[in-house]
């Protein structure tokens, strides 16, 4: 594994934190709603699942954490279009959307460092 560029470097601290940020709204979104333990497991462990992949900076595992990402986000636009006013709902497109796009600009950012090194 070679060492990151800075730009690289902060494409996966922002992928790290909008992931975050798309697991809490998950979260408080099954909290607010009162949701049943198995379908709090449905929508959490697709998003952790990729995670030690990606912990080992295997592009591989981002690439298919962007598809799973598409998913969530047809699911979160439905919410957007359900409840038009709902912060919480509007919070989660943004999320995914920013998740998704980090994540594709480190995929080739990083794809390059790596094919160069």
């Excluded at 992928?15 to 979260?27: K, N, P, S």
């Excluded at 709603?33 to 959490?44: C, S, Y």
């Excluded at 952790?48 to 799973?68: A, E």
């Amino acid at each position: 594994m070679t060492a990151r560029a800075t730009l690289t470097q902060r494409l996966w601290v922002a992928l790290w934190l909008c992931w975050l940020a798309f697991a809490l709204q998950q979260c408080w979104d099954l909290l607010r709603f009162d949701a049943p333990p198995a379908l709090a497991v449905l929508r959490i462990v697709p998003l952790v699942i990729f995670v030690p992949g990606v912990w080992r900076d295997n592009l591989h595992s981002v690439v298919w954490l962007c598809f799973v990402t598409l998913f969530y986000f047809i699911s979160s636009v439905e919410a957007v279009f359900a409840r038009p006013n709902d912060a919480v709902s509007i919070g989660g497109v943004v999320a995914i959307v920013l998740l998704f796009v980090v994540s594709t600009l480190y995929i080739r950012f990083r794809g390059r460092e790596q094919r160069s090194a």
